[in-house]
């Protein structure tokens, strides 16, 4: 059922996937994109994941929306205008196709910083990263007919995670870095 939450082991292609759709979307946004990158579960190596390929695309602005909507719409992505986070500009795969997320945030906003920061922070703690997985799966099977009540089963986790994120930033000097695509 399209519906369940699912998590499923680490699948080692993933990197190649976002690798490729990193490119395309490279090439038909141009400089519209100021970043691509791989962000959610399946760009940490090693975590358990609900197989979806999380792409966020970062903006000088939203406006106008036609610049990134009309390319992004040219590759197949759906946009999603019901979406309720303010913050973000959201697409999704068309019907059919493998499932991928991509986020469109306004560089440098703190809902745009915040993914990348969780994903980097668990990339370089393999034992936090194991952490999230467990919370995933427990949450996921309690939840599983209910991707709401899984979402927020595991925020105050998620939020533990970006409290520790925030110690480490500051202590190693984090900064996004450079681009994934």
């Known amino acids: 059922m399209a519906d369940q939450v699912e998590i499923v082991d680490y699948e080692p292609a993933w990197p ?4 490729d759709l990193g490119a395309g979307l490279r090439t ?31 903006v000088q602005s939203f406006d106008p929306l036609d610049a990134f909507r009309m390319p992004l719409e040219a590759l197949g992505f759906v946009y999603r205008a019901d979406n309720p986070e303010r913050t973000k500009r959201y697409f999704r795969e068309t019907p059919g196709r493998r499932r991928t997320h991509v986020h469109v945030r ?24 194991a952490e999230y997985a467990a ?4 949450c996921a099977a309690q939840f599983r007919g209910d991707r709401h009540g899984y979402v927020e089963a595991k925020d105050p986790f998620v939020w533990e995670i970006i409290r520790r994120a ?12 450079p681009s994934d695509a």
């Open 106 to 129: 306004q560089l440098g906003s703190f809902s745009q910083q915040f993914p990348l920061l969780f994903r980097d922070f668990l990339r370089s703690h393999p034992a936090a990263a």
């Open 28 to 58: 038909a946004l141009g400089d519209v994109a100021a970043r691509i990158d791989h962000i959610g579960s399946t760009s940490v190596p090693g975590l358990a994941a609900k197989p979806v390929i999380d792409i966020q695309i970062s």
């Open 166 to 177: 925030d110690a480490w930033a500051q202590h190693t000097g984090w900064t996004t870095g």
């Open 16 to 19: 190649a996937m976002f690798t």
């Open 135 to 138: 919370v995933k799966r427990r």
